[in-house]
């Protein structure tokens, strides 16, 4: 019985023993793992220019979750350094599908939005509202148009959202702002025709023409501005429709059209004076020209809207209806081969271009009834 108890002991003893040098082969393992982590990350700091650059450390990559990421916060290279006398680099085509998207993003209008605030969020935004991506050439150039008249509150936070959405869509774009000079009724589609014709003035290598309301932001930015094959429809789910397109004719808030596409049609009309109509006769007149609506996803093309009352001078156009029945017979005619308008002043802000312009008054409506 001794001779049982006193093997089962010497067994337990020889189990201990191996479980005490196993815990200690382990923690010699971790010391000298936690001891290369150490040093590695104190070589950082002595390491210098070059080395830096090609070895960033670990945390200092951007959260490109936050659409208003700025610069070093954003995920998107900066721009080549060159000396003096050689000459530029000869940049790649930029990639389809551009690698630094977000997808699905957070969009409220609660916080202060100071231009100031957007401008510190946008370094690489030039004078005028002008970006090229450094480090891909991309196959468009962009011009960006919006209608507006009173809604400063507004641009700032369009601005601040979708400068970093359109540079990480790796975009070479321009932000042209449109504003109606007077308290007359407001014409959104005249003033995208002049949109058209002022950009194209400043640099007449824009092929691609996207024509936005300032009230309308983008909840993911692989919704990407770009032109096609045929016209584009790109806010097809409003929060204000519950996120359904509203009609299969709708052609609101943001679209796309390419140079030529744009020109096919004659532009938009110049005579809808007021709220409503002038979206469902560019339809029209895309149909008629044997063109057909393309779309994003609907997962995809959904947007945001800021409320708001429905300006001053913009009430509903009594004429809307009758207009819209007669695209076929007014579209050659009216368009942009007929726009006028005044220029009155050009401004080149830090952050878009605004163009204020006198596009005149609407005629005489005969009495109803």
């Given at each position: ?257 390419s140079k030529a596409q744009f020109l096919r049609i004659n532009g938009f009309p110049n005579e809808y004076w007021?709220?409503g109509g002038e979206d469902d006769d560019i339809f029209n007149r895309i149909s008629l020209t044997g063109m ?5 996803d609907v997962r995809i093309g959904r947007y945001r809207m800021i409320k708001h009352d429905r300006d001053k ?57």
């Amino acid at each position: 019985m001794s001779r049982l108890l006193g093997g089962t002991l010497e067994r337990v003893c020889k189990a201990v023993l191996l479980l005490c040098l196993l815990h200690f082969l382990v923690a010699v393992i971790l010391y000298f793992d936690v001891y290369a982590q150490h040093l590695a990350f104190f070589s950082r700091f002595g390491a210098r220019g070059p080395a830096r650059a090609l070895h960033p450390a670990a945390g200092s990559s951007a959260n490109c979750s936050r659409p208003n990421a700025t610069a070093p916060s954003s995920g998107l290279p900066e721009a080549p350094s060159v000396r003096p006398g050689s000459a530029a680099p000869v940049l790649p085509p930029c990639p389809d599908a551009p690698p630094g998207l977000v997808g699905r993003l957070l969009i409220e209008f609660t916080s202060p939005m100071p231009l100031e605030r957007v401008q510190r969020e946008n370094p690489g935004v030039l004078l005028g509202g002008r970006y090229s991506p450094p480090d891909c050439t991309p196959a468009q150039t962009v011009a960006v148009i919006i209608p507006f008249r009173h809604r400063e509150h507004h641009l700032r936070y369009w601005l601040h959202y979708l400068h970093p959405i359109l540079r990480r869509q790796r975009l070479r774009y321009g932000v042209y702002v449109i504003s109606q000079h007077g308290e007359g009724t407001f014409n959104r589609a005249k003033l995208l025709n002049v949109g058209f014709l002022e950009a194209l003035k400043e640099d007449a290598a824009y092929d691609c023409f996207i024509f936005s309301d300032v009230d309308l932001v983008p909840m993911d930015d692989r919704n990407l501005y770009r032109c096609g094959d045929q016209p584009r429809h790109f806010a097809i789910a409003m929060d204000k429709f519950g996120f359904r397109l509203p009609y299969a004719g709708y052609f609101g808030g943001v679209s796309g059209l390419s140079k030529a596409q744009f020109l096919r049609i004659n532009g938009f009309p110049n005579e809808y004076w007021g709220w409503g109509g002038e979206d469902d006769d560019i339809f029209n007149r895309i149909s008629l020209t044997g063109m057909k609506i393309s779309r994003p996803d609907v997962r995809i093309g959904r947007y945001r809207m800021i409320k708001h009352d429905r300006d001053k001078h913009n009430e509903p156009n009594p004429q809307r209806f009758t207009k819209i029945q007669n695209t076929k017979l007014t579209m050659k005619r009216d368009g942009i081969a007929s726009v006028r308008y005044q220029v009155l002043e050009v401004s080149r802000q830090p952050l878009f271009t605004n163009i204020t312009v006198d596009i005149g008054r609407p005629p005489s409506w005969p009495p109803r009834g």
